[in-house]
Every structure is written in C-alpha cells, then in structure tokens.
C-alpha cells in the first residue's frame, strides 16, 4: 500500500526552526508530487507547499513564503520542509499527501491522510 510517515514536529518558541519529513514507503517517491499541508484548531485544513516530482517547481502559501522551504531527495523517498522563524499562527497538524502534478495553478490532493506532526510554537 501506498503510506506516507510524517515526524520532526514539535514545541518550539517564536523565531526558531524545525525540519519536518515526509518519507514514502511501498512505492518510488519520485512517481508524484507531493504537498505539505496544516489544519490549526477551528481553522480550515490549507496547503502550505507543493513540489514536482523531479523538485524543480515549488510553490508556497503566502503566509510562508520567505520562511519556508520544500525539498525532496528522491534517492531516500523522502520530502522535507523546513520552516524557519516560525510564529505561533504557524501551530497546526502538518500532513504531506501525493497531489496533482499540475502544482502550479493548484495544490490538490488525490492521495489518504495519515496522522500528522504536531507543531506548536509558543513562548
């Protein structure tokens, strides 16, 4: 079956930095763009950050852009964001999922969601 495993989220303190993965198992990672999306208590699930199978195109929410970064390195199936000076509106559940390939005009997921990382970034 095709699953995703997010980690690397966690509590962090306004300003600081965390690297979440998104690492494939049963399938070449490389097959599918993938996207990284967050839903915050009470808040719509939006998505965050998109990247093409080879990682030549990306795109980002506004609110993160400057801030956040997406990669892949497809030798060990595994997507990453990093997330820099990170602010408390960043705190929700991230979740990578496989997404359409035309991820410029638009982040669509066409794959299952898995449980998430937490991340919480307060003072």
């Known amino acids: 079956q095709l699953q995703l495993v997010e980690s690397g989220g966690g509590l962090v303190q306004p300003g600081g930095s965390l690297r979440l993965s998104c690492a494939g198992s049963?399938?070449?990672?490389?097959?599918?763009?993938i996207g990284w999306f967050r839903q915050a208590p009470g808040k719509e699930r939006e998505g965050v950050s998109c990247?093409?199978?080879?990682?030549?195109?990306?795109n980002y929410l506004d609110s993160v852009k400057g801030r956040f970064t997406i990669s892949r390195n497809n030798a060990k199936n595994t997507v990453y964001l990093q997330m820099n000076t990170l602010i408390p509106e960043d705190t929700a559940i991230y979740y990578c999922?496989?997404?359409?390939?035309?991820?410029?005009?638009?982040?669509?997921?066409?794959?299952?969601w898995g449980q998430g990382t937490q991340v919480t970034v307060s003072s």
């Open positions: 999922v496989r997404v359409r390939r035309d991820i410029i005009t638009a982040c669509t997921p066409t794959g299952s």
């Open positions: 049963g399938f070449t990672l490389d097959d599918y763009a």
């Open positions: 990247i093409s199978r080879s990682g030549l195109s990306t």
